[in-house]
Nanobody
Framework: VQLQASGGGLVQAGGSLRLSCAGS????????LGWFRQAPGKEREFVAAISQNGESTYYTGSVKGRFTISRDNAKNTVYLQMYSLKPEDTAVYYCGKTPIMGTMQLRHFTSWGQGTLVTVSS
């Protein structure tokens, strides 16, 4: 499964964006999917993940209550709805996949593809 993120852009603080990540291949629903982000000069970090059937979701503390991850297996797409954006959310956002349930570790995810840039102005 190859993944491609899209939907980034420039938004003012307090605004919202929805990112999409489209996958190819017939085994999309076999994977946990995750969103990670990488700010300039920083390491890539976990943002959110969702289980194969969408029933379990995981978030890093700084985005809980502001971001929502969801997936549509019929469309081979995972989404990240972002509300109340802050300048510190500025980063390139990537999606990845893993066969491991419940993990949030970067090293478990693959098939990153190109990310999408989110810039939040103050």
């Amino acid at each position: 499964v190859q993944l491609q993120a899209s939907g980034g852009g420039l938004v003012q603080a307090g605004g919202s964006l929805r990112l999409s990540c489209a996958g190819s291949g017939r085994t999309f629903n076999s994977y946990t999917l995750g969103w990670f982000r990488q700010a300039p000069g920083k390491e890539r970090e976990f943002v959110a993940a969702i289980s194969q059937n969408g029933e379990s979701t995981y978030y890093t503390g700084s985005v809980k209550g502001r971001f929502t991850i969801s997936r549509d297996n019929a469309k081979n797409t995972v989404y990240l709805q972002m509300y109340s954006l802050k300048p510190e959310d500025t980063a390139v956002y990537y999606c990845g996949k893993t066969p491991i349930m419940g993990t949030m570790q970067l090293r478990h995810f693959t098939s990153w593809g190109q990310g999408t840039l989110v810039t939040v102005s103050s």
